[in-house]
């Protein structure tokens, strides 16, 4: 009498249908894969310009702060104070100028503030207040615009800061 032994194993067919499941399964993981890794990328370059300009504006407010004698120029795109640096005062002014923001100090050149990639769409400087007896507050509002594959992405920043003093001499 002889005995078969039955063969244990897999066919063919269903060793196919298995690698062919296992091969979607990995292409459908590496195209969720691929879709997080350029979001997070988007995501940095966001991140870096908004900080780029938040950093800037910072920058702004800071000697604004300081600052006394106000004057805005040039159709609320120019800002021009009296900044006291090195026990002297001294000229600086700000100004939104061919899709960036600006400034100069004393008598040098206008010099780009924020990153060449950032392109300002709209910004302008506004003066309320500042009678005799009561501080001015400068406006600063601010629409900034990135283009990251093909696509623009706009950041509108508003913010108001009151300089230090009343405009006597330090």
Known sequence: MKFKKKQRGFTLVEVLVSVSLFIMAI????????SVIRSERIAYVLLNSENNIRNGLEIMARSIRIGKEFEILSDNKELCFDYYIEEDWEKYCYRFNNDTLERSHGSGPYMSMLDPSLEVKYGRFYNKGGSSN????IIIVLEVSTSIKQQEYLFNLQTAVTPRSLGEAI
């Open 134 to 137: 009561s501080q001015s507050v």
């Open 27 to 34: 292409i459908a993981l590496s195209q969720v894969y691929i």
